[in-house]
C-alpha cells in the first residue's frame, strides 16, 4: 500500500513471467504497468518508498540471479541495488527513504544488508550463523527487527539498534 493509502503495487502474473504493478485502491480502478522485465522474469515484495515517488522490489532474473531494484515511477528509470549471484529479498526502506534494507546470502548465509540511495555503498547489518530475514525498520527509524534461525530449528524474531557506525562494509 502507498504511504497515501491511495494505490498498491503488486506482483501481476502475465505470460512466463510476472510484472510489478500498480492500481488505485477504488474498485474496478485500471492497472499500470511499473516494471516489466525480460521474458521469465519475475516480480516479489514491492515496497514503497516513504514519499510515495519509488518502488524497491526483489526480482527472478535472466541468468538465474535474484536481485534488488528500485523503479522511480515518474520517470521509470531503474536502480540496480544488486546485480549478482546471490538470493537478494525482502526489500524494507528505512522511514528517512535514504536506505533500502534486504536479506541476501551473499556470504552463503542470509544477513541483513542496507544500500545507501544517496552514495549506492552497501553495508552489512547483521552477521548471523543460521540466516536473517524479513528486516523491518521501526517508524522512528532506531530500531531494526528481523527473523533469525535457530539451531533448534524454526525462527526467533530478533532486533538490534540501527548504528550506522557499527555496520561492515
Sequence with gaps: LSPDGRRVAFSQNETSQSVLAIAATEPGAEVSIAWRGQ???QVYSPAWSPDGTSIAFSAWRRGG???ILIVELASGRVVEVTHDR????APTWSPDGRYVLFDSDRTSISNIYAYDTHDGATWQLTNVLGGAFHPAV?????RL????AVPK???DIYELTLDRNAWLP
Design 39 to 41: 521474458p521469465r522474469d
Design 65 to 67: 540471479r535474484r536481485d
Design 86 to 89: 546471490a538470493v537478494d529479498q
Design 138 to 142: 521501526s517508524p522512528d527509524g532506531k
Design 145 to 148: 527487527a528481523y527473523q533469525n
Design 153 to 155: 530449528g524454526g525462527y
